[in-house]
């Protein structure tokens, strides 16, 4: 018997789309120079998302005990 197919969370679709968000930003800018700060900003979608990620995750394994 076949398994049904398992959809990604929210969270980790999310994660998925910040991570792409973050380097198509830092992709345009990588081109200017580096500045620390650019790439900083660059890098809080990914940030962001992976903090909530970790946030969903701590508590859906409270919830599973």
Not at 50 to 55: E, K, Q, S, T
Request: proline residues 8%.
């Amino acid at each position: 018997m076949a398994k049904p197919r398992s959809w990604p969370s929210a969270p980790t679709l999310l994660l998925a789309i910040a991570a792409c968000v973050s380097g198509t930003a830092l992709s345009t800018h990588a081109h200017d120079g580096f500045h620390p700060l650019v790439i900083a900003a660059c890098m809080l979608p990914l940030q962001v998302a992976g903090l909530v990620w970790a946030i969903t995750a701590v508590s859906m394994q409270r919830r599973c005990r």
